[in-house]
């Protein structure tokens, strides 16, 4: 899958002398005094010419002028860590000298290029360490001109954001929503229908189908002429899956680097594996015919409703790849919406009491709740005494928090070590209990 996205903007000039002119002008000064003074005329000739080139240079303001700038981006595989190729194209007046381009690729700067007048295309690649939006490529620039006697301030900050999708994994089975509703879908509903497994078998009634009557069963079960048996079979029935996303923390693998902000010696980091949850359950539940909603728990979180189908998938998959931490921190507190009888999969680290609390709350009121464990492998290396006792703190409460959730029902599933083995274990104890209450 190709993808290509692009900013443009245009920049004006505004010009101000450059040290040149003053170097200029003091060298020549300074070259005629000791020519002056030593009563050497070849030394006063030598800065004649140089300043008169100053004084050229400082009387010849150049016109204004606008830079035109346009980022392109573009990866021909939509994974994470594909390599993006992107480029810059830049448009500037044939009376400017060189353009001078400062490029930031990640958020760190790549390097300085200089670009002469006309159009001219700057290309670089970048391998996206990290699912989610992310600004892949900005550039800043000047412009030079009069051999560097005239220079145009730092120009407005051109960017081009990026959202990487996660990578998408077959969870294979899931657990079902406690309601089946519907009359379309995967699974063997509750009521009566087509497409299901043998229900069974009773007599003829207005509203039956003809082609529903099974003539083996009425010529041998039959009680009296013109009796019609009919067969009845389980309608296929959708399930309603709800996938919640917390946002509040995105912890990297590498315990020292949490609170630097460094994407690069975080490692992998609890929002790309949320990310990578939320895209795989909610690709997994649509194959299998069911409607998904998506919330971010943030403060302004995008949310979308229920839906099916591949074009419901490609917006869930636009809405995930656009979910990043919370821009304000602030904690979400309000529950979203939830259809009747759904299943609720809560994506989350566990630290923040939020998160579980919503969990708590949804299998209070009778849906069927995982808790998506999302925390990485974690690498305790560089840490000091201190902190070793820190993140054992932190960890002994978070299983307090996973072991309440469990007491109340709730299925917890660790998703960066057994996310397979755990949905199917789900599904089965799910099973055993729907069918224990038959």
């Known amino acids: 899958m190709t993808e290509e996205v692009r900013s443009e903007s245009r920049m004006p000039v505004r010009w ?24 050497r005329a070849d030394l006063v000739a030598i800065g004649l010419p140089l300043a008169l080139a100053s004084t050229w240079a400082l009387l010849r303001r150049p016109t204004s002028a606008s830079v035109s700038v346009a980022l392109r981006a573009r990866t021909a595989d939509g994974e994470t860590g594909a390599e993006v190729c992107g480029a810059v194209d830049v448009q500037a007046p044939a009376d400017l000298d060189w353009i001078q381009l400062a490029v930031d690729q990640g958020g760190r700067r790549a390097g300085l290029v200089d670009v002469p007048p006309g159009r001219g295309v700057v290309t670089t690649s970048t391998r996206p360490l990290h699912s989610g939006p992310v ?13 560097g006697a005239w220079a145009s301030g730092v120009g407005e900050r051109v960017s081009l954001d990026w959202r990487v999708p996660p990578r998408r994994h077959d969870v294979g089975r899931l657990p079902l929503a406690p309601r089946l509703l519907g009359l379309h879908g995967g699974h063997p509903g509750a009521r009566s229908g087509e497409g299901g497994d043998f229900r069974d078998i009773r007599a003829f009634a207005p509203g039956d189908e003809l082609r529903r009557i099974d003539w083996r069963a009425t010529a041998r079960a039959a009680r009296r002429p013109g009796d019609l048996l009919v067969r009845r079979t389980d ?21 020292a680097a949490w609170g630097s902000g460094d994407p690069e010696r975080s490692g992998v980091t609890s929002l790309d594996l949320g990310r990578e949850a939320a895209l795989s359950i909610a690709a997994t539940a649509i194959a299998a015919g069911d409607r998904v909603a998506y919330h971010a728990l943030a403060s302004g979180g995008q949310g979308l409703r229920s839906g099916s189908g591949p074009r419901h998938l490609a917006r869930l998959s636009g809405a995930i790849s656009a979910t990043g931490t919370g821009a304000d921190g602030t904690r979400y507190r309000r529950s979203p919406v939830v259809p009747v009888g759904s299943i609720v999969f809560v994506l989350s680290t566990f630290f923040d009491g939020i998160a579980a609390q919503l969990a708590s709350r949804w299998r209070a009121s009778g849906h069927a709740v995982v808790a998506v464990d999302t925390l990485p492998e974690l690498d305790a290396v560089r840490l000091t005494p201190e902190q070793t006792v820190a993140m054992r703190t932190l960890l002994a409460e978070r299983t307090e928090v996973l072991a309440e959730l469990q007491h109340a029902g709730i299925e917890v599933v660790r998703w960066a070590t057994d996310r397979d083995t755990g949905m199917r274990l789900a599904a089965l104890r799910q099973q055993r209990a729907r069918a224990g209450r038959r």
């Open 135 to 147: 600004e892949l490529l900005a550039v800043t620039g000047r412009s030079i001109s009069v051999d």
């Open 235 to 255: 309608a296929l029935s959708d399930s309603s899956v709800v996938v919640a996303l917390d946002t509040v923390d995105d912890l990297g693998s590498s315990v």
């Open 16 to 39: 101000h002398r450059s040290p040149v002119v003053a170097v200029g002008i003091i060298g020549s000064a300074l070259v005629a005094v000791v020519g002056l003074a030593m009563s």
